[in-house]
């Protein structure tokens, strides 16, 4: 006696235990299939990541914000530093002038500390990898501290 294939049974309980093996087989293989597939993706990208960083980074160096931001950046920097060094002349005055007024030593000191964060954040920017080369051929590449114009000392007179 030959028995008939589970799909052409009339008893519907051996249809569905056929059908149903059947069914969990094709779920488990989706899911090994999804998983492994998502698996070499992250591992594709795991790969790639330095080229794509490396890609982003440029694209983002590039960028028109970047560019005019990074630009007046120095430029706003270089002025702030020079404004400052100036400044410093007359507060060095004021101390001078009046050595008992906690205000005077105060403004001194504060407007040199001012002027000695903007020259190193300058600094710091003429070497950022988003900055450097966007800065203009007329500033210096790094503020020497042994220019009167920039030293964020007071100016002997």
């Known amino acids: 006696m030959r028995r008939e ?18 069914v969990g087989v094709w779920i488990v293989v989706g899911v090994i299939f999804f998983g492994l597939l998502g698996i070499g993706l992250w591992a594709f990208n ?25 630009q007046g950046n120095f430029l706003d920097l270089y002025n702030e530093i020079k404004a ?31 002027c000695e964060d903007v020259r190193a954040e300058y600094n710091a920017a003429a070497k950022k990898i ?7 051929e007329d500033l210096p590449a790094q503020i020497d501290d042994s220019d009167p114009a920039t030293d964020c000392k007071e100016n002997a007179k």
Do not use: C, M
């Open 5 to 22: 294939p589970w799909y052409e049974s009339e008893d519907p309980g051996r249809v569905a235990r056929g059908a149903g093996w059947r």
């Open 46 to 70: 795991v790969a790639t990541s330095d080229v794509k960083g490396r890609g982003d980074a440029q694209i983002k160096v590039n960028s028109a914000d970047n560019r005019l931001f990074a």
């Open 84 to 114: 400052t060094d100036r400044k410093l002349d007359q507060a060095a005055a004021d101390k001078a002038a009046h050595p008992n007024d906690p205000t005077a030593a105060t403004n001194y000191t504060g407007l040199k500390a001012h």
């Open 130 to 136: 988003s900055q450097a080369k966007f800065r203009d």
